[in-house]
């Protein structure tokens, strides 16, 4: 990976969940975060079906959230974590009382995904 040849500390890189689908077949998110390593530095995290880049939420679509935690738990991830959800049908063209409760709730169960692991890895 290029990032880790310049080898500055205030380099990075951001991690699209959903982007890392697009136009690909048989994608490994789990060597895609462990390539990053302690090189990620943000996340966008999102749902897919695989296909297209959908914004949906988490658990919605294809992606092992439970695999992905454990994946960010064993870089340490500290980092940044944006939900992006813009796209997804569900919410077009509603205003953002419609979607903040069910994007909270989405976020706070991969956040106990996290937390989860955590406790067992103490």
């Given at each position: 990976?290029?990032?880790?040849?310049?080898?500055?500390?205030?380099?990075?890189?951001?991690?699209?969940t959903?982007h890392s689908?697009?136009?690909?077949?048989?994608?490994?998110l789990?060597?895609?975060?462990?390539?990053c390593?302690?090189n990620?530095?943000?996340?966008?995290?999102?749902?897919?079906?695989?296909?297209?880049?959908?914004h949906?939420?988490?658990?919605?679509?294809?992606?092992?959230?439970?695999?992905?935690?454990k994946?960010?738990?064993s870089?340490?991830?500290?980092?940044v974590?944006t939900?992006?959800?813009?796209?997804?049908?569900?919410?077009?063209?509603?205003?953002?009382?419609?979607?903040l409760?069910?994007?909270?709730?989405?976020?706070?169960?991969?956040?106990?995904?996290?937390?989860?692991i955590?406790?067992?890895?103490?």
């Amino acid at each position: 990976m290029e990032v880790t040849k310049i080898n500055n500390p205030c380099l990075g890189l951001c991690l699209d969940t959903g982007h890392s689908f697009v136009g690909k077949e048989d994608v490994d998110l789990s060597k895609n975060v462990l390539e990053c390593g302690r090189n990620l530095f943000a996340l966008h995290i999102q749902d897919t079906d695989g296909k297209k880049d959908r914004h949906w939420l988490p658990g919605q679509g294809i992606i092992n959230w439970a695999q992905f935690m454990k994946d960010l738990v064993s870089i340490d991830y500290q980092g940044v974590l944006t939900l992006e959800i813009s796209g997804s049908p569900e919410f077009a063209e509603r205003n953002v009382d419609h979607i903040l409760p069910k994007a909270m709730e989405s976020i706070k169960n991969v956040l106990k995904l996290r937390e989860s692991i955590g406790r067992r890895r103490s």
